[in-house]
């Protein structure tokens, strides 16, 4: 129990354009969702908080309007990268946080997006 | 803002030996301290927790970890490291706020 997929795995995109990734709870309600980014050898860092019903809450440097988070459901929340740039690349992780607790955390598989 | 850190970014060993990943964190309150793994081309897993209660706390896999307040620390362990433990291994606290902070992870290499 307890998965998180994402969706694509992988994604090429051309500077200028918008990218959408999902992240999904399969098997369960997630009031909450996280995205986090990735580097190379780096650590996670937060990006944002999604809840569901709500406005994203954007850590700090963390642009909201590149940056796009819609929580529409208790399963389903998009991050979507406007106006893509080669700074841009890099890997997306969502995870969800299991309703009802405020401790469980299950992570997706991540994203690997290429700006060119 | 509370930091997490992690040393020894490469760890390189060989099966049967064993494992210490240090662990420390900045932060004054009350923390919830966990130990996550990433193995190659796999998402993050949880490896164990700590909330409250007994400081050392077994994980998944023969891990353990012990939490020691007065160092803000909580290192990983496993006394006899296997080929599959080959991962990477981030340190994370949430605090207050809910959220996670991660450390930069340990990545570990384990030689048959």
């Known amino acids: 129990g307890a998965v998180v997929s994402q969706h694509p795995s992988r994604v090429i995109c051309k500077s200028g354009t918008s990218v959408k990734i999902e992240c999904r709870s399969l098997?369960?309600?997630?009031?909450?969702m996280f995205w986090y980014r990735q580097f190379p050898k780096q650590s996670l860092m937060l990006m944002a908080t999604?809840?569901?019903?709500?406005?994203?809450?954007?850590e700090q440097g963390v642009e909201k309007d590149k940056f796009l988070i819609n929580h529409a459901s208790l399963t389903l929340s998009t991050l979507t990268v406007t106006s893509a740039h080669p700074e841009d690349s890099s890997f997306y992780i969502c995870?969800?946080?299991?309703?009802?607790?405020?401790?469980?955390?299950?992570f997706g598989p991540g994203t690997r997006l290429t700006v060119t | 803002a509370q930091s997490v850190s992690q040393h020894n970014h490469h760890v390189i060993l060989s099966e049967a030996a064993s494992l210490e990943l240090g662990c420390n964190y900045s932060?004054?309150?009350?923390?919830?301290l966990f130990w996550y793994v990433q193995y190659p081309g796999q998402h993050l897993q949880l490896l164990l927790k700590?909330?409250?209660?007994?400081?050392l706390v077994k994980g998944i896999k023969g891990f353990e970890a012990e939490f020691i307040k007065s160092k803000f620390s909580f290192n990983l362990r496993k006394p006899s490291v296997q080929w599959s433990d080959t991962a990477e291994y981030f340190c994370?606290?949430?605090?207050?706020?809910?959220?996670?902070?991660f450390g930069k992870g340990n990545q570990v290499v384990v030689i048959p």
């Open positions: 995870s969800a946080r299991l309703a009802g607790t405020a401790y469980e955390q299950y």
């Open positions: 098997d369960f309600q997630a009031t909450t």
């Open positions: 999604s809840n569901e019903g709500s406005k994203a809450t954007y």
């Open positions: 932060y004054g309150g009350t923390v919830n």
């Open positions: 700590y909330f409250s209660g007994d400081p």
């Open positions: 994370a606290v949430k605090n207050g706020n809910n959220r996670l902070a």
